[in-house]
């Protein structure tokens, strides 16, 4: 049932997908997310919702006279593999589309590979502004890659609105800020900083650790004399669990903060501790109205993996292409010649998914802004609190 994480193309076809037309032979749909690696939990989830939405379209026969195939790429969250799997999947003449990637960082150094032959890619997990709207995008917003689009909202907006929780409501004024050096994390954690800053709290640290550090004892050391309340992370699980596990062993138990990247049961099993909070994209799937089906099918595909907290965001992100499909395709043929076409049909997406509804702004933007925060209890985060952003409430 299984998809491997390698590079051959994977039919994605169940039982019922054989009674369709599938004469004018297959069209790849692309994956490309971490798949071994510390990440893999999310990229993993990732995959296995992709390949749910392409069964479920072969069974339906969603494009008439194509078989779909899924064909995962691993990125195991290097930008320089990343590259590389997106370079494999643009050869392909045969490529609709691609999903991904998770991480920013892998972002950067895909899109401009995929943009050269116009062909769609559709992110359930990048949050950096700057892969849509430049390097000015708070002050002179520019477009970067016109076939790039994403089903998560960005950190302009989830980091302060983490900001807003941790300081008006769970009260906390003295604030360590720790990041990893990557896209993702410095990009969090400033947009947590400076509206943090406005809230009237006081960032006692700016520090950095590296994403493979093991060790926390000298940035703890450093942080130790300044007294904060709460640590903000700005990174992913690997290095926030074990990070919240040494703060209290070093004697600062204080409560840990980051934004999506941590959001993952991983979290808990690597030393994170009850009452943190992290950030999330969207509401809790289990929430959604239609979430139950997208639960029930992907427990029945039999997959050994959580579909993870960007599974429905992934579900989503391949139905965005498989309906664009359909639109381009119609009674015709699919060619490369149709890919700005694939581009115009994307950006006229306007459909209610299982993360939520589902339209992009003029950057390729989803227009769905909803964030969640959520508090580790147990051996998991739970949700606490579901809202949007309100800059008013800065002032």
């Known amino acids: 049932m299984l998809l491997p994480a390698c590079s051959t193309n994977q039919s994605s076809e169940s039982a019922g997908g054989s009674s369709c037309d599938t004469s004018k032979g297959s069209l790849v749909i692309g994956v490309i ?121 960005t950190d302009l907006l989830q980091g302060p609105y983490g900001a807003q929780y941790l300081i008006q409501k769970a009260g906390k004024k003295r604030i360590a800020v720790i990041d990893d050096g990557k ?17 009237g709290a006081d960032v006692v640290t700016r520090e950095r650790v590296g994403e493979h550090d093991t060790d926390f004892s000298s940035v703890i050391a450093k942080i130790r004399p300044m007294n904060p309340d709460a640590v903000y992370y700005g990174g992913e699980y690997p290095v926030a669990g074990p990070l919240s596990k040494q703060l209290a062993d070093a004697g600062l138990p204080v409560t840990v903060m980051g934004g999506d990247g941590i959001a993952d049961k991983q979290y808990v099993a690597l030393g994170g501790r009850q009452g943190d909070l992290a950030t999330g994209i969207g509401a809790p799937v289990e929430s959604l109205p239609d979430s139950k089906k997208f639960i029930d099918d992907y427990t029945a595909a039999g997959y050994s993996e959580s579909y993870s907290p960007y599974g429905a965001l992934s579900f989503d992100s391949a139905n965005v292409i498989i309906d664009a499909l359909k639109k381009v395709v119609g009674s015709g043929d699919f060619s490369s010649s149709r890919r700005q076409d694939m581009v115009n049909a994307v950006q006229q997406t306007n459909v209610d998914g299982i993360s939520g509804h589902v339209s992009f702004d003029q950057f390729g933007d989803t227009t769905n802004k909803i964030l969640t925060v959520y508090t580790v209890k147990g051996d998991a985060f739970v949700p606490v609190e579901t809202g949007t952003f309100d800059p008013q409430a800065s002032h």
């Open 33 to 153: 997310a971490p798949l071994s690696g510390g990440l893999s939990a999310y990229g993993l989830g990732i995959r296995n919702s992709a390949d749910l939405a392409v069964r479920q379209a072969n069974q339906t026969c969603a494009v008439p006279g194509y078989r779909l195939v899924l064909q995962p790429e691993d990125d195991q969250a290097t930008p320089q593999v990343a590259a590389q799997a997106a370079t494999e999947l643009a050869s392909d003449p045969n490529i609709a589309g691609v999903i991904g990637t998770y991480n920013s960082s892998t972002a950067q150094s895909v899109a401009p590979i995929l943009a050269q032959q116009n062909i769609v890619e559709v992110s359930p997990g990048n949050t950096d502004p700057v892969l849509s709207m430049g390097p000015d995008a708070t002050t002179a917003p520019k477009r970067q890659f016109p076939m790039y689009f994403r089903v998560a909202t």
């Open 183 to 199: 896209t993702y994390g410095v990009g969090i954690a400033n947009s947590f900083v400076q509206e943090a800053q406005q809230l």
